[in-house]
Each structure stands twice: as C-alpha cells, then as structure tokens.
C-alpha cells in the first residue's frame, strides 16, 4: 500500500505511476479487494474521497501492448544489401568460415539438397506419409504440396496432418501454399518425410477411464 498526503491531489498520480492522467483509469479497493468505486474528478483532493485501508488501482488504456509487434517501425534490409554488408554477423561467419560458411558443413548440406531434390521427386499430392523428424514424434498426415517455396530455399513438403499437430494453415509468411485446418498444416523436409501406406491412427483413450 502506498501512503498519500493529506493534500495531494489525483493529478500527481501522473508523477506516481508515469502513466497519463488523460488516460488513466483510478479504482478504489477495500481491504478485503473488493472495488468499492472509481476517481473521476482530476481535481479531487484524496484525503476528501479516500477512507484509511483503501487501494488505489490505478490502469493506463493507452499503455503498449508489448506482445503485438505488427505496428512497430522496423528497420528492413533486402537479402541482396545484406550480403554485400561487410559488418554483419553473416560477414563474420563468412570470414572465419563459421556455421554454414564451413567448408565441412557445406558438403554436408549439399548433400541434405540433394537427397531432398530426390526424394521430392517421387512425391505426389494426396500421398499418404509419415514425418519423422529428428527430436519430434512421428506424425501421419496427407502430401499437400511439393516443391520449392519462397520462405526458404530448397525442396519442402506441405503436409496436412491428421491431428491438429502443425504449425499452421498452409500459408507462409503471407502466401498460400494450400489448404487445412489451423494448426494442421506444415513443411518438412522430404528426408524427414515416408510415402507409403500410413492409415490415420485411431485414438483409444477415451475408450478408459
């Protein structure tokens, strides 16, 4: 509980809170937490409307919500102006041949392209298939889509799963690639992806209590 003097006005719970008092909202609570009403009158002295016991709660409607990011400036670089940078950490890692820029892990990701490449190849829409990739549970579902994308390079399979086990509903970064459920859909690369007869498994837990 903060303790005010007897003549401070609501106004200075501006310098109390930092939020506006024309956006401000000021609840009052009794011991118990229960709202007992609300300050509205920027000009009222507390000790004239306030009792000893009471809590002040005060909330900004015009505070930021720090979880929604889509209206926040960002500063945006193409994938071209980015490569030609010399003070980036992609530079870095170029230089001193870290991460992908070693020549060891090139060879190794060649590799993972083309077997991707290959199996992709053999791949249709509405094959049945199971995923298993590495450090994830197997997952049955439907070949949606196969091909080269736009969010990543290489070749990717579009999966629609049979349990609400993706990641989304088939589109991208803004672009449709196709069609399920929310939380259905997902890619996976095609060396983490079986073709074959993979019927949709039947759930028996509700079967016993």
């Given at each position: 509980?903060?303790?005010?003097?007897?003549?401070?006005?609501?106004?200075?719970?501006?310098?109390?809170?930092?939020?506006?008092?024309?956006?401000?909202?000021?609840?009052?609570?009794?011991?118990?937490?229960?709202?007992?009403?609300?300050?509205?009158?920027?000009?009222?002295?507390?000790?004239?409307?306030?009792?000893?016991?009471l809590r002040l709660h005060v909330?900004?409607?015009?505070?930021?919500?720090?979880?929604?990011?889509?209206?926040?400036?960002?500063?945006?670089?193409?994938?071209?102006?980015?490569?030609?940078?010399?003070?980036?950490?992609?530079?870095?890692?170029?230089?001193?041949?870290?991460?992908?820029?070693n020549p060891a892990v090139q060879?190794?990701?060649?590799?993972?392209?083309?077997?991707?490449?290959?199996?992709?190849?053999?791949?249709?829409?509405?094959?049945?298939?199971?995923?298993?990739?590495?450090?994830?549970?197997?997952?049955?579902?439907?070949?949606?889509?196969?091909?080269?994308?736009?969010?990543?390079?290489?070749?990717?399979?579009?999966?629609?799963f049979d349990d609400p086990v993706?990641?989304?509903?088939?589109?991208?970064?803004?672009?449709?690639?196709?069609?399920?459920?929310?939380?259905?859909?997902?890619?996976?690369?095609?060396?983490?992806?079986?073709?074959?007869?993979?019927?949709?498994?039947?759930?028996?837990?509700?079967?016993?209590?």
């Amino acid at each position: 509980k903060q303790w005010y003097q007897r003549r401070v006005a609501i106004t200075a719970g501006e310098m109390i809170t930092g939020a506006s008092m024309d956006t401000m909202k000021i609840e009052l609570y009794n011991e118990q937490n229960k709202l007992v009403g609300n300050l509205q009158n920027n000009d009222a002295i507390l000790s004239n409307v306030l009792e000893s016991g009471l809590r002040l709660h005060v909330t900004d409607k015009a505070v930021m919500n720090f979880q929604d990011v889509s209206n926040v400036e960002k500063f945006e670089i193409s994938k071209e102006e980015y490569d030609k940078r010399e003070d980036s950490v992609q530079a870095f890692k170029k230089k001193n041949k870290m991460g992908r820029f070693n020549p060891a892990v090139q060879e190794k990701l060649a590799a993972q392209a083309e077997e991707n490449k290959e199996k992709a190849s053999k791949m249709n829409v509405g094959d049945r298939c199971e995923t298993r990739t590495p450090n994830q549970p197997t997952r049955r579902g439907e070949v949606m889509f196969v091909g080269q994308t736009e969010f990543k390079d290489g070749y990717w399979v579009g999966i629609k799963f049979d349990d609400p086990v993706g990641k989304h509903d088939g589109i991208v970064q803004g672009k449709r690639y196709f069609k399920c459920p929310d939380k259905f859909g997902a890619f996976v690369q095609p060396r983490h992806c079986e073709i074959g007869d993979f019927p949709a498994e039947v759930d028996f837990s509700d079967d016993e209590i």
